[in-house]
Structure formats: structure tokens, C-alpha cells
């Protein structure tokens, strides 16, 4: 979402994404060819990373029908989305980024895994 799938061909990076999610990681261009926009500022897109995090939750529990109240779903919610996330209050004071709430939140029952703004390969 926050590079787009560009940066991921243009650094020769064959997937994206948790390989161990439902569906796998993906390969750049693989939905139909052409290359998804990018989101983030620091890749010209529109969005902050508070703004991307809030249509990534958005998406996931208004559209996809994850149960923010179901035990699959609770804590990952509960981390990222919820009204009390301090993850997403960060986000929206400006008081982290992508590129550094892993570190500033690795104290957190279940840490964030890093989420950055350059393109990596799957599963880093």
C-alpha cells in the first residue's frame, strides 16, 4: 500500500507480503497487469501513515468482515485499530512512521513486526 508495487519490480523483488498469510504473498503486477499506486508520501502518494493505517483497518474490518470482537481478530485489532491503540494515536500525533514504530513499540505483548516505507523481500 504505502510504495505502490513498482518499487518491488524496480528492485527486482519476485513476491510481497506475509507468505504465510491466506493466499500466500503475492508477485508484483499479478492482479491484472498493472502496477498497484502508490500510497505514501515519501512515494509521492497523498496518504500519512496514520491515513493508511486507518483504510488498511477500514478495509480489513468494515469490508473484509474481520470480527474485531472475535478471537481471531481481537488482538491485531485491539494493536492497530482500535480507539485505544497507541500504535494508531502515535501514527496520528506524528510522534512515529512506518520506519519506526517496530522499535518504539517492541515493548508491546505482541510487538509489531516492522513495517517501513522501502520495498523488502517477503517474510523480512
Known amino acids: 500500500v504505502y510504495t505502490g508495487s513498482q518499487p518491488f519490480v524496480s528492485a527486482g523483488l519476485a513476491v510481497y507480503g506475509d507468505p504465510n498469510r491466506e493466499g500466500g504473498a503475492h508477485a508484483p503486477l499479478s492482479y491484472n497487469g498493472n ?5 505514501g508520501e515519501k512515494w509521492g502518494g497523498g496518504l500519512t501513515d496514520y491515513e493508511i493505517l486507518g483504510v488498511v483497518c477500514h478495509e480489513r474490518y468494515a469490508i473484509g468482515g474481520a470480527d474485531p470482537k472475535s478471537e481471531q481478530w481481537a488482538a491485531e485489532y485491539a494493536t492497530w485499530c482500535s480507539e485505544d491503540s497507541e500504535i494508531f494515536a502515535a501514527l ?6 512506518f520506519d519506526t514504530l517496530a522499535e518504539t513499540f517492541k515493548m508491546l505483548e505482541t510487538a509489531p513486526r516492522p513495517v517501513g516505507t522501502e520495498p523488502r523481500p517477503a517474510g523480512k
Open 35 to 39: 502496477a498497484m499506486p502508490s500510497q
Open 92 to 97: 496520528e500525533a506524528g510522534t512515529v512512521d
